[in-house]
């Protein structure tokens, strides 16, 4: 995969972490993403907000399936591994909830993959306005 389709994925990958955080009540510090030969694919962010593992596993499993939907994917999720990854156990609930937040709120996914891919940094405040500007439903 050349650099630009990675960034794109890589984009879409943050911005599905970022914009679940946020309907999960996280206030974000920074994102930021990046692609290098060497390194390969970076997201980062800093956020802040609830210490719960549940909380933290929607985060990250949010981030696959937004890249899952803009790629088109239809690979199952190992919720194994995904579990291994995030701390906390990954359940089909936790997937399909994610799924729907997404879906739901796909507007702001797109405009802050969009920012990201553009701009590569985010400060808290703008990727707070970018995520308001796009979404149709808040869940509690």
């Known amino acids: 995969m050349d650099r630009d389709s990675e960034l794109k994925e890589l984009s879409y990958h943050a911005a599905g972490d970022i914009v679940v955080s946020y309907l999960l009540g996280y206030k974000i510090e920074d994102v930021q993403i990046g692609y290098s030969e060497r390194e390969g694919r970076d997201f980062s962010a800093s956020l802040e907000g609830p210490e719960d593992p549940s909380l933290d596993a929607m985060t990250y499993v949010a981030s696959y399936i937004a890249e899952q939907i803009f790629t088109g994917?239809?690979?199952?999720?190992d919720l194994e591994e995904l579990s291994d990854w995030a701390d906390a156990p990954v359940t089909e609930t936790i997937i399909s909830d994610c799924r729907k937040m997404l879906i739901e709120n796909w507007s702001a996914v797109e405009a802050l993959a969009a920012a990201l891919y553009r701009e590569g940094l985010l400060d808290g405040n703008r990727a707070t306005?970018?995520?308001r500007s796009g979404i149709t439903s808040i869940i509690f």
């Open 73 to 77: 994917s239809s690979e199952e999720l």
């Open 129 to 131: 306005e970018i995520i």
